[in-house]
């Protein structure tokens, strides 16, 4: 357990639906990234957050996309009209300043019908 | 980002060490090497970094060559629970802000009891 939570852990949806996940960083971690994960590949960048500022952004991340970070503690990532070319793991991950160590949860994993 | 070549997968007998190679030709003065580890159903860890010196941790030791253009991560008393993919990673620690970490597919470990 790295201290860093995400919820839900599985997620079956139907394409067209939205969906919303959240993730929970170490208390001391001002980064926070969020990345997927196709099986077979390794994590892909999605977005970053410094505090409750998002900084960059993956072409990755279409216009159904969207992640906020209100407070900088928690974040959430939405994604509306789901498609089948969603389905994966959904990746958290969180970092301080100094070292920029990352530190993983255990991941969100989505699956569209 | 300079580019990491790792073998796609490798097999160890349990209590047996390992050593697991990463090629990054391309390697610039200022990046370090890291890896992590992604264990079956989990987000991945971080595992070790260095940047010329041989690096030792509790989990496992990083050996870097004089011309830093490779290195190799040493299991060295393989268990079934390090049955992982292992990413070889370069950040480069230069920047001053932010990094996000890029992933490769990664070397799958088995390891047979």
């Known amino acids: 357990d790295t201290g860093v939570s995400q919820d839900p852990r599985h997620k079956i949806t139907k394409r067209g639906q939205n969906v919303t996940f959240r993730c929970d960083p170490i208390?001391?971690?001002?980064?926070l990234y969020w990345y997927r994960q196709t099986l077979g590949q390794g994590p892909e960048f999605l977005t970053y957050f410094q505090n409750e500022a998002q900084l960059e952004k993956s072409r990755l991340l279409s216009d159904r996309f969207s992640a906020e970070r209100p407070k900088g503690s928690f974040s959430t990532l939405e994604i509306q009209r789901t498609e089948q070319g969603d389905s994966a793991m959904y990746l958290c991950a969180t970092a301080d300043s100094y070292t920029d160590t990352q530190y993983f949860g255990p991941g969100t994993r989505l699956t569209v019908l | 980002d300079a580019k990491t070549t790792q073998p796609n997968s490798m097999e160890s007998n349990e209590e047996e060490p390992v050593h697991l190679p990463c090629n990054h030709s391309t390697i610039s003065g200022t990046d370090y090497i890291h890896w992590y580890r992604q264990l079956p159903s989990q987000g991945p860890e971080y595992v070790i970094h260095g940047l010329t010196s041989n690096v030792n941790n509790r989990m496992a030791s990083l050996a870097i060559a004089e011309d830093r253009k490779s290195s190799t991560l040493i299991l060295h008393r393989a268990t079934l629970r390090d049955a992982a993919v292992y990413y070889c990673i370069l950040r480069d620690e230069a920047k001053t802000s932010y990094d996000k970490v890029i992933f490769g597919p990664g070397t799958s470990l088995s390891v047979i009891p």
């Open positions: 208390s001391e971690h001002n980064r």
